[in-house]
């Protein structure tokens, strides 16, 4: 009997210790490794103007190369634009930008100019961009882009813009260990085309295989009323709504496998004295596949 109850007793220590187990998750890709990054953004902004109701339909989609040149505790990747492309859809017209597709539409050629562009970055294991180089290139490559096009593009390209996206990419990762079923937060701020600022909560749901699996809720808000300039016309945005999904990504190295993650917001919009409801929904969805 005494040998039993030990046992038991043995057996209930070690099933409280695997349960007990913290994670350490960070950023730690071997130096030369490649991942090919998805980014699929599905965008649809409703807005009220003199009672009638105006949809605009976006979708997005980037492939970018990350190349891991220096591994270590400030890492380097080289990003490299392998495909962009956009599809846009507002009052019964339609309008469609490719990095694969010919001059022929002109609306190609700000895309195709920045097909297969370089930009550097120094990462720290926390998932903090410490430097970019490279962005301002991106710009000089839109010779033939007109003003306004040059302007709406620098969401993606501007230097700030593209530390943003990168910091907010690997914002998933805690500061410090944690268990399944640990939650933490992480907050950041997008500055354009408006300033955005999201504060997540992440819960660690399990790890299986090498994989953890991650939830997110968030809340999202403009804080008040943002400008924004579009065409040349300045506007302001109030905007505030939640953010929920989720992501996986490599226990061992902290690279992202994927993430599905939706965006609601509602608010108005000031423009030229005249103030307009509107609603946004986002869906973003990113798959990371390593070469």
Known sequence: MKKIFLCAAFAVIVFNGLAQKAYSFQLKPRQNEKYDAITNIKSTIKQSMMGQEMVIDMAYNIDMLYDIQKAGENMLFTSTYKKL????????????MSSEEDDSNPANKSFRALKDAKVSMTVTPDGKVIDVKGAEDLVNRLTDA?????????TFIGKENIKNAM???????????????????SLFSIESPYKLSSNNTYKLVKVENGLAYVDVTGTLTTNGAQKMVSNGMEMLIDLSGIQTGSMVFDENNGMISSSDLVQSMKGKMEVMGQEVPMEVKNDTNVKMIKK
Do not use: C, H, R
């Open 85 to 96: 492309a956009m599809d846009m859809a507002m009052m019964g017209q339609n309008i469609k």
């Open 167 to 185: 910091e907010q990419t690997f914002s998933y990762l805690p500061a410090k260990p944690v268990k399944v079923g640990d939650s933490w937060t």
């Open 146 to 154: 007109s003003p306004a096009e040059k302007e709406g593009l620098k």
